[in-house]
């Protein structure tokens, strides 16, 4: 049975990818999962692995090709036996970034399928460029430079370092300046944020809860958690209390259609957990957070907290989010007491909250210090009424200010 095998679509706005290389070639017998080209997208190289077991019929395309998602990449005549599951054929099998070190010295090259086209157009050496992106990653407008101008900064080798420094007047010499091109995966997360802003009627609204009950539980706690090895902080019971209150509350566990202007509500929450990274700020996606375990939603979040900041998440784990939840609370050194979080597109709503801090506080009429939690809710009041919001908020907060609630 012949099988075609189809670019198939990704996700993160990812339309083509450039073929740097294949590992197989027509007559090969192939396993499932085999890596069987190495493919280039606009925001990494993944090696891609075969969808079915068989012999290849055909390749189609050669290195250098730009495929579109959807355009046949290879032919198949699979087993027999084998049954064709619906849906896409890297469900089971995820893109891996892969090695750049076994490419050849052209396809290593720093830049997405899109810029290499365009560096074949203008006759552009890439090789030779010097790209500003983050990690030197090539743009479309360095090859534009590099196309309009004789004054192309290409690599090098280092200059001799003089005998000794050049003198310069302190007082005549112009202050030194350096400009950074807003680009690579910071410009695609601007683009996000000014669309969410553009096209979203944000409002948002900040609320503060006690904080004593996540804090006496983050202590009943510690024992078992430094027994699994784990370290067990206020964002881990947070977020098991905003998955409590969302599932409650299905406009706020909902993402928004803009081309039919309808609201999607989802069965189970999927929560975007916030992460800085030195590029950008990355959201993985934990699935199903209201039905984990408190320990298995503690390692889940740290190991895509971890795999972020290395630039090892898979595009699947970036996507599919119901709500986006930031915290501030390991970076503080000063109290925030509030802030506008930027919607994530197409969700409806995201929440951002404080570190949990001494503030002062009435209670019962009595004024004292103690432990306090400040939050802010964005939501797109397009979907979102200001009375939904506020019960939402009064729900949020009864798991917040006892959070064993959530755990159970």
Same mark, same amino acid.
């Given at each position: ?46 090696? $891609? ?15 250098? !090709? ?6 046949? *990449?290879?032919?198949? &005549? ?6 064709? +599951? ?36 203008? &006759? ?12 030197? /990653?090539?743009?479309?407008? !360095? ?19 003089? &005998?000794?420094? +050049?003198?310069?007047? +302190? ?6 300046? *350096? /400009?950074?091109?807003?680009?690579? +995966? ?18 948002? %609204?900040?609320?503060?809860? %006690? ?36 599932? /409650? ?46 320990? !298995? ?39 925030? $007491?509030? %802030? ?9 709503? %995201? ?15 009595? $004024? ?16 979102? &009424? ?8 009064? !729900? ?13």
């Amino acid at each position: 049975m012949k099988f075609e095998f189809k670019l198939p679509d990704v996700g993160e706005g990812i339309h083509e990818a450039e073929l740097l290389s294949w590992s197989i070639k027509p007559g090969d017998r192939i396993k499932e999962g085999q890596d069987i080209a190495v493919l280039n997208t606009d925001k990494v190289t993944v090696d $891609l692995p075969s969808p079915r077991s068989g012999t290849v019929v055909s390749l189609h395309g050669k290195p250098g !090709d730009i495929i579109t998602v959807s355009s046949v *990449l290879l032919v198949i &005549d699979v087993d027999e036996a084998q049954p064709l +599951a619906p849906g896409s054929p890297l469900a089971k099998t995820p893109l891996i970034p892969v090695d750049e070190s076994k490419l050849p010295n052209a396809a290593r090259v720093a830049a997405g399928p899109s810029v290499r086209r365009l560096a074949r157009q203008k &006759d552009v050496n890439l090789e030779r460029l010097v790209g500003t992106g983050p990690r030197g /990653r090539i743009l479309k407008t !360095d090859v534009e430079a590099a196309a309009e101008s004789s004054a192309v900064t290409y690599k090098a080798e280092p200059a001799p370092i003089p &005998d000794r420094p +050049a003198q310069t007047d +302190a007082v005549t010499s112009p202050t030194r300046t *350096l /400009r950074q091109r807003l680009s690579g +995966a910071r410009l695609v997360s601007a683009r996000n944020l000014h669309d969410s802003v553009q096209r979203s009627v944000t409002t948002t %609204t900040t609320f503060e809860v %006690t904080g004593d009950g996540l804090r006496n539980l983050i202590a009943s706690l510690v024992p078992e958690a430094q027994a699994r090895q784990l370290k067990l902080s206020p964002l881990h019971i947070i977020a098991k209390c905003v998955g409590a209150a969302l599932i /409650r509350h299905e406009r706020f566990n909902a993402t928004v259609d803009e081309e039919s202007q309808e609201i999607v509500f989802r069965e189970g929450v999927d929560l975007g957990i916030a992460v800085a990274t030195p590029d950008r700020l990355l959201v993985p996606v934990v699935r199903s957070v209201e039905k984990r375990l408190l320990f !298995d939603l503690v390692r889940q979040i740290d190991d895509y907290s971890e795999r972020a900041r290395q630039g090892q998440l898979k595009v699947a784990e970036l996507s599919g989010g119901s709500f986006t939840l930031s915290s501030t609370g390991g970076m503080e050194r000063v109290t925030v $007491l509030s %802030t506008r979080p930027i919607i994530n597109p197409p969700q409806t709503a %995201t929440l951002w909250v404080s570190r949990i801090i001494d503030r002062p506080r009435v209670i019962d009429g009595q $004024l004292s210090a103690g432990p306090m939690l400040s939050c802010s809710l964005s939501f797109d009041h397009r979907y979102v &009424d200001g009375a939904e919001a506020v019960h939402f908020i009064n !729900d949020l907060g009864s798991y917040l200010e006892h959070p064993e609630r959530a755990l159970g």
